[in-house]
């Protein structure tokens, strides 16, 4: 299909274990969104990409987080010693940069749950 | 600061229609948004608003902006079962990639 896709669809964790999911962006979105969706919390901002830099990872919650882009396409988000705390679903997004209104294209997400 | 705020839950019947808040602070947003989740996916858009706009009409979705107040709100005319879903209130920053999200409110409606 052409729109947002991310892996896996659901993990199970033991605490302490790393983890990493993917996301495979619209082609020629050149704008790509982490967000984390928990229960009662709305969505919470992590970390945005423009192409293969993230000039704005004030949303990563600890450095335990991380993110890369590789050629202006697939992200993957590492969080590394997973604490009970980062079960959550994780929500992927891109957007064609500079464009009305702005519409994002979220993909299905990735629901972590760490035992 | 920014933040977006909804009530966390609405329940109606069916044939009734919904009405879904929200609030916000930044007051340089440029358009807002509602994006509708439907258990197990991701968002989608909904319908949005340009920030000069006061009203816009899509079929049986009414979106009413103040301004002065800073609330947006969602009326869903004759509501089905089929809009049972979470519904999120979103803000785009002027000259800024931030979108920023509400807690969204969870629509339930009943048969």
């Known amino acids: 299909g052409a729109g947002v896709s991310q892996s896996p669809s659901n993990k199970v964790t033991e605490k302490g274990k790393d983890v990493e999911l993917r996301c495979d962006p619209i082609s020629g979105h050149t704008a790509l969104y982490w967000y984390r969706q928990s229960l009662g919390q709305g969505l919470e901002f992590l970390i945005y990409?423009?192409?293969?830099?993230?000039?704005?990872k004030s949303g990563l919650p600890s450095d335990r987080f991380s993110a890369e882009r590789t050629g202006g396409s697939v992200s993957t988000l590492t969080i590394q010693r997973t604490q009970q705390e980062d079960s959550a679903v994780y929500l992927c997004a891109s957007s064609p940069i500079m464009t009305d209104p702005g519409e994002l294209f979220f993909g299905e997400g990735s629901r972590l749950t760490v035992l | 600061g920014e933040d977006v705020e909804q009530s966390l839950f609405l329940s109606v019947r069916e044939g009734d229609s919904s009405v879904i808040n929200c609030t916000y602070t930044?007051?340089?947003?440029?358009?807002l948004y509602w994006y509708k989740q439907e258990p197990g996916a991701g968002l989608q858009l909904l319908t949005y608003?340009?920030?000069?706009?006061d009203m816009k009409q899509d079929q049986r979705l009414t979106v009413l902006l103040n301004k002065k107040d800073k609330h947006l709100s969602l009326r869903i005319a004759d509501t089905q079962t089929g809009d049972s879903a979470i519904y999120f209130c979103?803000?785009?920053?002027?000259?800024?990639?931030?979108?920023?999200f509400g807690t969204g409110t969870r629509l339930k409606v009943l048969a």
């Open positions: 608003i340009f920030s000069n706009m």
């Open positions: 990409f423009q192409g293969n830099s993230a000039p704005d």
């Open positions: 930044d007051s340089s947003s440029t358009y």
């Open positions: 979103a803000e785009s920053i002027t000259g800024t990639y931030k979108y920023i």
